[in-house]
């Protein structure tokens, strides 16, 4: 689908994984419309379903479904039926999960680790390329992938969590370079604090602290520019500079330094 460059960005179907999350509520919000349809996916069912009837007051046709991330295949049977039932133009993977190890312990949970892995880096990518072959096939369209700017930082107290997220980052420069031939944009959208239940557990200062609304608008905005990589608020774009700068033995011991604690370890 060739899109009019003069007229505003205007996706017709949209999927949005982690909907029942702080940051992809807040995106269901900014998009629901009449004439409009939301694919709206996460765990929690009341979450879904009071998230949906909300978007239908605002005019959205919507759809929920329950998926666990953590099943990949699942997770891609049930983006195929989504996708044959509705040809999403609008695919933004932002279901998430962290973790930060605590000090009296060696290392990360194993099992954490594997879930971390599988809803942050493994499904996101396998969904972004079952999106991306229907896009093709209808001439284009736009994926979001949820990185961090995490992603920049070897947290060695959340190796797991900064990979993932690097992993993903990786993921959504390669992919975008290589689906861009096929009229697919794909955004890599890398927050850094945002007032969501995930950072609202960390035990710590969270700099520069977003609201979810503006974090869902900066993003639709991101996402309507085609931007490759979107690291919001700024300030997290001069850091990341400034700290490539600095002297690997001194990063490490700033890395080492950093005291970041967890509430609610689930
Ligand atoms: N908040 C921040 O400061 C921040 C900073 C950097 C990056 N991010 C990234 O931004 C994205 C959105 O985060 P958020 O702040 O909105 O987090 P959130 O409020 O904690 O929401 C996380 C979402 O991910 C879903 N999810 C978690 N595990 C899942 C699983 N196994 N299967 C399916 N869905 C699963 C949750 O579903 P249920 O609630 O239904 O279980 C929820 O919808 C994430 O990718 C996160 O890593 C957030």
Request: positive net charge.
């Amino acid at each position: 689908m060739k899109s009019d460059t003069t007229a505003p960005y205007a996706p017709r179907v949209i999927l949005i994984t982690g909907a029942s999350g702080g940051i992809g509520a807040e995106l269901a919000h900014h998009y629901a419309a009449p004439g409009r349809t939301l694919l709206l996916w996460g765990r929690n069912g009341q979450k879904l379903a009071d998230l949906a009837a909300q978007c239908r007051s605002m005019g959205a046709s919507v759809q929920t479904r329950q998926v666990d991330l953590c099943d990949g295949q699942a997770a891609l049977n049930a983006y195929r039926a989504d996708d044959a039932a509705s040809t999403p133009d609008l695919v933004i993977l932002g279901a998430g999960l962290s973790d930060i190890q605590t000090p009296d312990t060696t290392t990360e949970d194993p099992e954490k680790v594997l879930q971390l892995a599988q809803v942050n880096y493994s499904t996101p990518v396998a969904l972004a390329t079952a999106a991306a072959q229907g896009m093709a096939q209808r001439g284009g369209g736009r994926i979001a992938l949820f990185g961090s700017v995490a992603a920049f930082y070897e947290l060695p107290f959340a190796a797991s969590y900064s990979s993932s997220k690097s992993g993903l980052a990786f993921f959504a420069k390669a992919a975008g370079l290589g689906w861009r031939q096929h009229e697919i944009a794909v955004t890599l959208l890398a927050p850094g604090f945002v007032d969501t239940p995930m950072s609202q557990r960390l035990e710590g200062p969270r700099p520069f602290l977003v609201s979810p609304k503006k974090a869902a608008r900066l993003c639709a905005r991101a996402i309507e520019r085609k931007l490759p990589v979107y690291v919001f608020p700024w300030p997290f774009r001069v850091l990341e500079v400034l700290t490539r700068l600095v002297p690997q033995s001194l990063r490490e011991r700033i890395l080492l330094g950093l005291a970041v604690g967890q509430k609610d370890r689930a």
